[in-house]
Nanobody, 118 residues
Framework: QVQLVESGGGLVQPGGSLRLSCAAS????????MGWYRQAPGKPRELVAS???????NYADSAKGRFTISRDNAKNTVSLQMNSLKPEDTAVYYC????????????WGQGTQVTVSS
């Protein structure tokens, strides 16, 4: 069984920073792409940022210049440093990963709430 467990969400004022972390555990052979998605109330889930095993990153336009994704392949973790947060960043943030056990499968974390408000 594989689990993705997120941490680091919370309430922050506009202009503030938060760091989200996600740890993958279980019988993992390899992890390819890891990423962060978010879903605001009444809106579809959207990609925020992703990173390949070799470190190639991809960001949504809304995240460019403010968010930084990173990963530790030895620890099977991925993080999202979020700076200059805006109220429109308020959403549930989900960790996502393509993981190889007996075969490749896509996994989701349970989500962590990020609220940007004064």
């Amino acid at each position: 069984q594989v689990q993705l467990v997120e941490s680091g969400g919370g309430l922050v004022q506009p202009g503030g920073s938060l760091r989200l972390s996600c740890a993958a555990s279980g019988s993992i052979v390899s992890i390819n792409v890891m990423g962060w998605y978010r879903q605001a109330p009444g809106k579809p889930r959207e990609l925020v940022a992703s990173i390949t095993k070799s470190g190639i990153t991809n960001y949504a336009d809304s995240a460019k210049g403010r968010f930084t994704i990173s990963r530790d392949n030895a620890k099977n973790t991925v993080s999202l440093q979020m700076n200059s947060l805006k109220p429109e960043d308020t959403a549930v943030y989900y960790c996502n990963a393509d993981i190889l056990r007996r075969s490749w499968f896509n996994y989701w974390g349970q989500g962590t709430q990020v609220t940007v408000s004064s």
